[in-house]
Nanobody
């Protein structure tokens, strides 16, 4: 099992920055990909950014050039630096960890942290 705890959400104005952090504990050695999803009211949860155990990153088009995902050397903390925030970025942000097996994969989720961007 993997436990994920997010922190860093809050209320900011458009154009400002926030940094989210996710601390992973438990069976962290088995994590293949860790990243961030978000869900706005009335919308589906969507990928924001992710980083693999090898360091490869993947970003949603709507955050490219504004958000940066990073991970500490111990691979137990992943951060999301969010710059130039827009009101459309308002959502609950969830940390997600994935473990892949030859036949399936397992998803682990944090409790979420609210990000609100005012115009």
């Amino acid at each position: 099992q993997v436990q994920l705890v997010e922190s860093g959400g809050g209320l900011v104005q458009a154009g400002e920055s926030l940094r989210l952090s996710c601390a992973a504990s438990g069976s962290t050695r088995g994590i293949d990909v860790i990243g961030w999803y978000r869900q706005a009211p009335g919308k589906q949860r969507e990928l924001v950014a992710a980083i693999s155990s090898g360091g490869s990153t993947n970003y949603a088009d709507f955050v490219k050039g504004r958000f940066t995902i990073s991970r500490d050397n111990a691979k137990t903390t992943v951060s999301l630096q969010m710059n130039s925030l827009k009101p459309d970025d308002t959502a609950v942000y969830y940390c997600n960890a994935k473990r892949y097996t030859p036949t399936t994969h397992y998803d682990y989720w944090g409790q979420g942290t609210q990000v609100t961007v005012s115009s």
